[in-house]
C-alpha cells in the first residue's frame, strides 16, 4: 500500500488565485513529519514546508500553508496568491520515527497561467 | 556556500557499461541518500548511508552500488545488472542527530542517464 498518495496528476490554476494539492498518508507510527517540496522544470527539490504530527498549529511559510488534519491523515499544501513561477511538480512526502527515509508520492504538477 | 554537488548533470552510456554518478556534500551532514526519479513514479530510494564506512538498501538497490569512505561523499555506481538504468538520479544529504534523522533532506541538482 502506498504510504503517500498524491491523488491529482495535474493542476490548473491562474495568476493571483489560491490553488490546494491534496496529499494523503498512511503511518500507525504517532510521531512523523510531512514534507512538501517542489520541482521546476529544472529538476532540483526545493523545500518548502514542514509539518510534525505533534504541532498544534498549521504549518506556514509566506505564500505556503499546510492544511494538516490528522484524523483523515491529510497533509494538503495551500498555495495562495499563485505566481507564474510556481508552474512546478509537486511532492508530498513523510518521515516515520525511527526510520532515516523520506518516501514521496508520485507528485502532482501545478501550471499556473497568465 | 553550502550545498550537494553532482556530476555530470547528463551522462550517456552504451548498455552493458557500468557508470559512477558522484555526489559532494559540504553541509557537514552525515546521511546521505540516492533517488531515482522516472516520470510518473515519484521518487524512489535506492541507497542510503547514515555514517561514514555504511549504508543500507532502499527500495530498489537491485543494480546499484554506493561507498561511502569519506563524509563528504557517496557515489552511486549503476551497474550493467540494472534492467532499466534511464533516469533522473538525485542525491540528497540531512542532518543526524543521535541516530534520527531531522529536518528535511537538502538535493543536488541531479544526474540524468542515458543508456542507449
Known amino acids: 500500500a502506498q504510504k503517500i498518495t498524491q491523488t491529482q496528476p495535474g493542476m490548473f490554476v491562474q495568476e493571483k488565485e489560491a490553488v490546494t494539492l491534496d496529499c494523503t498518508y498512511d503511518?500507525?507510527?504517532?510521531?512523523?513529519?510531512l514534507f512538501w517540496y517542489k520541482q521546476p522544470s529544472s529538476g532540483e527539490m526545493i523545500f518548502l514546508i514542514y509539518?510534525?504530527?505533534?504541532?498544534?498549529q498549521n504549518a506556514t511559510e509566506g505564500r505556503y500553508s499546510l492544511n494538516f488534519q490528522k484524523a483523515r491523515k491529510s497533509a494538503n499544501l495551500v498555495i495562495s496568491a499563485s505566481q507564474l513561477g510556481d508552474s512546478a511538480m509537486y511532492f508530498c512526502?513523510?518521515?516515520?520515527?525511527?526510520?532515516?527515509?523520506?518516501?514521496f508520492g508520485k507528485g502532482t504538477m501545478l501550471l499556473v497561467s497568465p | 556556500d553550502g550545498g550537494i554537488t553532482q556530476s555530470p548533470k547528463y551522462l550517456f552510456r552504451k548498455e552493458g557499461q557500468n557508470v559512477t554518478l558522484s555526489c559532494e556534500q559540504n553541509l557537514n551532514h552525515d546521511a546521505m541518500y540516492w533517488y531515482r526519479q522516472d516520470p510518473g513514479q515519484g521518487l524512489r530510494l535506492i541507497y542510503y548511508s547514515q555514517i561514514v564506512n555504511d549504508f543500507q538498501k532502499g527500495d530498489i538497490a537491485e543494480g546499484y552500488s554506493v561507498s561511502r569512505e569519506k563524509k563528504e561523499s557517496f557515489p552511486l555506481t549503476v551497474t550493467s545488472a540494472q534492467k532499466n538504468p534511464t533516469a533522473f538520479y538525485l542525491c540528497a544529504s540531512t542532518e543526524s542527530s543521535g541516530g534520527y534523522n531531522t529536518g528535511e533532506l537538502f538535493f543536488g541538482e541531479g544526474s540524468r542517464l542515458t543508456v542507449l
Open positions: 512526502a513523510m518521515r516515520e520515527l525511527g526510520y532515516s527515509t523520506l518516501t
Open positions: 509539518q510534525g504530527s505533534y504541532d498544534q
Open positions: 503511518t500507525s507510527d504517532p510521531s512523523y513529519g
